[in-house]
Each structure stands twice: as structure tokens, then as C-alpha cells.
């Protein structure tokens, strides 16, 4: 039971977890000792469901809904199992600290590396089937007849012999007393109902109808607001500010530093906290990053490029003796910007602090994470600490692993305790200080024989290491393993493709001042355009096909030669594309693996005599082994292109003097909708093992395009952002 | 003081006259659903309609608004979200993360209602916000939904709804 608990977010919106049938409490925020925790209190059957006696089913959902439509799949897998009847299935966040509490009875809150279903298709569906063997037995125990002879469906339990009939949510109570089954048996796939259908998302109407709640929209009796600077330059501190300048001007309670990087303006609203920070003189502490720029960045990943301290990722062969010995050589060195996620909701969270209890209610991708950042900046235990998750305005991986928000928003409320205090960003402060796309350089070189085979490949990266700036008691030995994400020799979650004699792959940590992140797609993202650009340029430097040398290269990885093979096969590759608006229209091919499934795209753009790029259709195929939900991949396929175009075609941040030039959108532009291609995707389900969907797609959409662009130009593109680079025909 | 006729009511409240009109909804009249992306009319998360016109409210000085301008919010589009830019955006389940919706609906609105068969060209200018989840493929495709009169053949995405329809 979860007698204590005070909120979860559902889809609509906030509910009183566990209070009695239908009773929605609108925006209600509770904080402790609230009346409306004491209503009548539904027991759970399981850590996973709970069935109200009108045969609502509520499940419980421990990663967080940023999108990318986890709260739908992760349901359907539980419903799959539990036989309930889909059209009343709600859904609610579990606490953080209600997993702390039952023993991690949720597993992993962690939402990144795609690994919403993945990582815990099987103990959900555990979860769902557990539940529905103790409501189909509480209904046998109720009519004395054995288990085996009752069947479940659709929320109802049939005793085909009696012909009796019952629903769930009449033997819920009798059901949560029993013990749980010590064996349960998951469904053939083959006989799945739910899972593999296109349904539609649990959360949408919420969203049209702008009812659903957002960290930034929350409100609570008696809130302040808060509006925050932080040192501009990485590692710099607040020398100095004159409170008494602003504290005058209407609504503002306080003027307080956070940290010792960081000044905010506590207010009645948050525009008025926001222009008297504007309003107010801060003078910084620079530090020593001051004196960094992008040119001294590029020049310390340039030195990595051929230093002798690398560590080594993937090797077979001897890649270095062949190379001296290759009849040729092909070499090339590609590069790859800081970025900024650019959620379109910025980071914030409302925290109340009290000496014996710390509440923070954020959009967060780790809610436990956020809380042991909560406990930590509260100086309380994680017992006396809690976090409410609210619904994201866009994770992409920045609200994932570094809490930096919510350990200021806790700083600035134990500074007014006992009140509810949101801290939000102004988009400058996101963009200014993000934990930003770690930014590399790749030299690649290649070994042929006298038949244009490869004989040796030889891939250096040089530059940041995201372990290093997150997790650093992950980096064994120096190496960060994640730096070779789809190029690593074998295993399930992002093996390189191709086979190569003698290869070599091997990373010089180069670590700026910057502070990295996990962004969407990760390390794959440009591994993904060094790899693939590359081998189409040893196919034009050897006069091959780019699909027919990949498959040279792909005949021991089948999977990856399926999706491949897929692109292929839909564009019609052997068929010249039509012209379209009278310019001709090229191909460009990528394939990749990455957090456990198989992409491939191809793009299909003309460039016109005045360089200018059109991105026509995109065909991408993936394989995801189990496809959850086929509409909702489609919608992530589409939404990794427009991530990843707005990478290729603008994403760069710049730092000058030690901090980043570009502080808003009209400065870092996205991918709108005149710039956005006509996508096709090709799902290729086969079976027998569960990958991610929300980030492949995007370590493909670059060197897809960029391969196209050679096609149609002869120019070839080794350093984003697009927009720096001329495509004029020369 | 100011005063403010938003969905159909006039609302008297407190606030400084060059406070945008965004955070007057947001903060002073507690209308949500208009959201804050960029504070610079780049994004387009806070698109309201100022007689009917889609206007960026984040640099909309609250003092430039009259009394007798009709304001309309994501909240006071329709009711029940029975709007046909709401219910084509349901249908092909457009959003994502949400957040650029609200904007993104007040845009296609105020653009359908101008030109009620858009062309592809129409709906690229018209639709300059930001979503950053990337769902401008069902954005454009919703929005023909509307123009064919709720027809979501067009879109041929077969998504089964809870109340037993498939678009």
C-alpha cells in the first residue's frame, strides 16, 4: 500500500495516488500532513498495479514521460501481461522516495540510454502477470474452483465451467491480501494483444488542450519565484553584487547568493524576480577558464589526434603495420561541436525546505538521481528528503544525470525556509549553461590494397570524454567506454558493423573547461559521421558503390545489413531518384547500432548551383527487435531527424573568453518546419531481443545527408555545423 | 491595474504595463498552457490570439493590449478540446513532450482559419515555431486533416484510440 503517498502525475495531472475511485484532485499540490491524504485508500495488488473497484486500472510508471511515449509502451507491456481492459488503464509516477523506502521496489527511475522498455520490458511484465495470477485466484478462491480452470480477459475472469464472471475490480481487495505467485510465465510473443499495436499515446489530450502541467507551470500556496545568473564562464564565481540596487522595486523578497557561483532574485512573480536579475550589476570572478576559446579547444583536440596516450576501444590485427604497408593510403580528420540540448522547457524546480524535510518537484529523467542531489544540497538524509516528478518539456538527456537545478533550487529555498520556492531558467541561463555535446575530432585512416580493398583502418578520436565530466569513477584505466559507442568489436548494445582486417580504434581524452553532457544520441552521434562519411569516401576514392561496399564489409553482421538492406530496398537504391522542382536529386547512405538496435537511412536532397540544401525525404529503417508500439517508433524515427538535422544543418556552441557565445534561439537555430524532410520509416522487428528507440535514429541522420551532399556537390563536408560551410558549386 | 478580455472574459488584475502579456496570462491569471520558451518571439510557445491574429505574447507589452482586444488562449480555443486543429492534433497524436503544442495549435488555428486549404509553402511560413521533439511531419499532416474537414486518411498512420476508432 501506499498509504503516504502524496502525489504522482498521471495523465491527468495530478492525483491523489491510492485515494478512492475517480477522485481527481485537479492541481491539488499536496505537502505533508495534508487533509486529502486521509480518503479512503485502494489497496495496490502489486508494486505495478492497482485496481479501483470501477475496474480502473491504475499502473505504475517508474521512468519519466519526456515524449518519447514511455508511460504508453511501458503501460501496454504491463497490460499485455495483466489482461486488463486498455481503455481504463491510467497511469502514475512511483516516488523516488517511496522506492527508497520499499527497496528499489521500481527498479532503475534512470530515463536515458533509450532504456525506458529495454532495460525493464521483463520485470514489468512480471509486474502486470503477478498481478493478474492474484486476481484471477482471489475470484477462484471466492467460488471455490482451482485457479486453472478461471481465464482472464480484458479485466474480466471467466469460470468456464460455471460459466461465472467477475471483474477485476471486484476481487482487487481480496487480491492485494493474497501472496504473490513464486513463478510467473510471460506470454509467447506471438500471442501478444497489446504490445506491437499501434495505440494511441495515453497523454495526448492533456497536451492539445494545454492542460498539461509542466515544472514551469507549477503553482503552490504561498510560492515564490526565483530567477538566477550564473557565472558566464565555466568555473567562475560571484566577486561581488549590490542587492540594495533591486530590492526596492515591487515583489521582490530577496536578493541571495546560490553557491558561490551563482546569484538569484526571489520574487512574488517570476518576471519580476527575472528583470531586477537583469537589473542588477554582478561582478565575477572569472577564474582561470576565461582564456579559453574554440580555437584553443580545436587546438588541443588537434594535438590529441596524433599524441601517444590513447586508449584503445576496438582493435584486431595489427591496423598500424598494415597501414605502413597499404599500396594506399586515404586520410581524413573530421570534427564534431559542443551543442546545447535546447529542451524547449527550461530547466527548473520548486523546492521547500524545512531543518527536518526537503520536497522538490521537478521535470527530471532520474528522479532518484534529482533526489540525492536534493539530499545532498538539503544537508538532510534521502529519507527526509522527497521528489515529485513533473512531466518534462523535453529531456534529450540534460535532465538525466547532473542535477545542477534542483541542487540550486534547494540552495535558495533553505535560504527562506518553510516556503515553496520555484527556481526557473531564463533560456539564456539554459543555453549558457548546459552540459553540453562533448565536442571531438576523429582522424581516419585507411589501408588498400591494389584492388581498392581496405586492408587496415585506423580511426583516432581525440577530444571530450562525457564520463569524465559526469561519471568519473566510470573511467577504468582511462578509458571511457562509452566514447566508442557503435563502434565497439561485438555485444548487444552498439557493435560496429563492419569487418576489417586490421582495425584500430583508439581515444586521447582531451577534457576543455566545457562541462559535457549525455544529448540525445550520445557518443554515436558522431561516431556515426566519422565512421560513415569515411567509408564513402573510400568508395568514391576506389570508384564503389557506397551500399555495395558497405555490404562488402557487413556480410558478418546481418543485422545491421538487414536495416541497411531494408533503405535499400524502399528507396530503390539501382533506380536514379526523380528531379524534383527541376533539380537533381542525390543519395546519401548511414547505418549504425547503438543502445541495443539497428538503424540505417538513407537521404535524398539536391543542392542548387547557389549552394543551397534541400533534405527531400529521408527513408530510415530500424530494428528494434520487439517494436511496443509501431506508431509511437515512427514518431521517434521522424523526431531523431529533426534532432539531429538541427545538429547537422546549425548545431554548434562557440565559447569565447571562456563561455558560450550563443545564449538563445535566434543565436543556436533548430530545425523548423520549412527545413524538415518527408520521413518514411521502415520497421524491422526481428524479434528475439529489445532495443531503444528514441536516440538510433539520430547518429544516422548526418552522415546520411552529408553522403547525399558529396553526391550532389563532389564536396565533402568533415565539420558541422552545415551552416559554416559554403555548398556553392565552385 | 490592467484590464484584459481573455477567452470571452474580462479580467481585472495588478501588474506593471511593460510586463509581456505572456507572463500576465502565466502568472497573474494563472493560464498555464501558454508556455515561456524563448522570451524573444523566436519559438512560439507563447502564440495567443489578439483578434485573431497569432500573436508571440513574450514580447507583447501587457500596456499595448487594449481593454476591447480579444484575447484567446489554448485554454479558451474550445471548451473541451473539440476545436478541429485539437481534435486533428489528438487524432494523429502529434505531440510529444508537449510543450511547443500549445503554441503550435494557437499557430495552426489562427493559419487554417486565414486559409482554409493551406499549401505546403502556406504552412512552412506560417508555422515558424519551434518544437524540438520533432513533430512537425504530423504538425503539416494534422494540419491537412483540418483542411480536408477532419479526414485523417491523408496522414494514413492507423492509430487505434481507446474509444475503439483508428485514424
Redesign the interface.
Known sequence: MIATNKISVSRRGFLAVGASAGLVVGFHIPFAGDASAQTAVIPEINAWVVVRPDDTVVIRIARSEMGQGTLTGLAQLVAEELECNWAKVTTEYPTPGQNLARNRAWGNFSTGGSRGIRESHDYVRKGGATARMMLVQAAADDWKVPAAECRAANSVITHAPSGRTTTYGKVAAEAARLTPPAQVTLKDPKDWKLVGKRLARLDTIEKVTGKQIYGADLTMPGMLNAAIKDCPVFGGKVKSFNAAAIEKRPGIKKVLRVGDSAVAVVADTWWRAKTALDALSIEWDNGPNVVNSSASVAQMLKAGLDATDAVVGNQNGDAKTALAAAVRRIEAVYSYPHQNHATMEPMNATARWTPERCEVWTPTQNGEAALAAAAEAAGLPPAKCEVYKIHLGGGYGRRGAVHDWVRQAVDIAKQMPGIPVKLLWSREEDMLHGRYHPVTQCKLQAGLDAQGNITALHMRISGQSILAGVFPQNIRNGLDPVQFQGLNAEGPEASIGYSFPNLLIDHAMRNPSVPPGFWRGVNLNQNAIYLESFLDEIASATQQDPLALRRKLMVSHPKHLAVLNAVAERVKWDVPPPDVGGQKVYRGLAQTMGFGSYVAACAEVSVSNDGLLKIHRIVAATDPGYAVNPQQIEAQVEGSFAYGLSAALFGECTQKDGRMEQDNFNTYPVVQMLHMPAVETVIVASGGFWGGVGEPTIAVAAPAVLNAIFAATGKRIRDLPLKNQSLKRA | MAKLNVNGKVRDFAV?GD??LL?AL???L???????????A??G?CTVHINGVPTRSCVRPVSTVKASDKIV???GL?P??SHPV?KA??QL??????????GM?MAAAALLKAKPSPSDAD???A??????????????AAIKVVAQGGDTKSAA????????ST?
Open positions: 506593471e510586463t509581456p507572463w502565466r502568472e497573474q494563472g493560464l498555464t498552457g501558454t508556455k515561456y520558451g524563448c522570451g524573444i523566436v519559438c510557445a488562449t489554448i485554454e474550445s473541451d478540446g485539437q492534433w489528438a497524436d502529434v505531440p510529444q513532450c508537449g510543450y511547443c503544442q500549445s495549435v504552412i512552412d511560413q508555422m515558424t515555431n519551434i518544437c524540438r521533439c520533432g513533430t512537425y511531419n504530423r504538425i503539416r498512420l492507423s492509430i487505434h484510440h481507446t474509444d475503439g485514424t
